[in-house]
């Protein structure tokens, strides 16, 4: 399985200002039709994960323009440019390249 | 819009088979260029990708759990189901269906989840 690593697992921002988030993945996500196979998910509290970025730089439609992905091969990474109050909650990627589907263990966006 | 809805027991004993439906609404589930997919979440732990069904009936199940899982598909009721079998406590979770957009490896459209507590 390919395993993905987050970092960091929590982060306090405060409003306004930037956040990033890293994703490592195990091995090469970058299929031969030149995409890179990852996405990023945001699971608000109480409520089910929802897509923001796929193909590790494509915003899903009705995601805020605040939000991009880029990277590529095994290092990909979500920023944020200006997190509002709602941003709040916790940040999976996810590798689409093989199965099984495999996501990171997730990073706690919190407003300080 | 399309809609997701989980359906299930809730409530569990060790050793029996888990049964879920995912009714789908605002859409077909017979579209080819879809994939039908059960993802759980322990509580306070990460999302698990247990495995996905296409609209034929081909799946693809997660190796750890591949021995006790069954996906099927109802096109006739726009349903797709999970049998989980033997489970134990260690299969309490939310399970959450999805739609997955083949080629493209994301998923659009979430359920709002199905609490499954595994208990004696």
């Known amino acids: 399985d390919i395993v993905m690593t987050q970092s960091p697992l929590s982060l306090p921002v405060i409003p306004g200002e930037p956040a990033s988030i890293s994703c490592r993945s195990s091995?090469?996500?970058?299929?031969?039709?030149?995409?890179?196979?990852l996405g990023w998910y945001l699971q608000k509290p109480g409520q089910s994960p929802q897509v923001l970025i796929y193909l590790a730089s494509i915003r899903a439609s009705g995601v805020p323009d605040r939000f991009s992905g880029s990277g590529s091969g095994t290092d990909f990474t979500l920023k944020i440019n200006r997190v509002e109050a709602e941003d709040v909650g916790v940040y999976y990627c996810?590798?689409?390249?093989?199965?099984?589907?495999?996501f990171g263990r997730g990073t706690r966006l919190e407003i300080k | 819009q399309v809609q997701l809805q989980e359906s299930g027991p809730g409530l569990m004993k060790p050793s029996q088979t888990l049964s879920l439906t995912c009714t789908v609404s605002?859409?077909?589930?017979?579209?080819?260029?879809?994939?039908w997919t059960w993802i759980r979440q322990p509580a306070g732990k990460g999302l698990e990708w247990i495995g996905h069904i296409s609209p034929s009936g081909s799946t693809n199940y997660k190796p750890s759990l591949k021995s006790r899982v069954n996906m099927s598909v109802d096109t006739s009721k726009n349903q797709f189901s999970l049998k989980l079998s033997s489970v134990t406590a260690a299969d309490t979770a939310v399970y959450y269906c999805?739609?997955?957009?083949?080629?493209?490896?994301?998923?659009?459209?979430w359920g709002q989840g199905s609490l499954v507590t595994v208990t004696s």
């Open positions: 996810m590798q689409a390249l093989q199965t099984p589907r495999t």
């Open positions: 605002g859409g077909s589930i017979s579209s080819g260029s879809y994939f």
């Open positions: 999805a739609r997955e957009v083949a080629g493209w490896g994301h998923f659009d459209y």
């Open positions: 091995q090469s996500l970058l299929h031969s039709d030149g995409y890179n196979y």
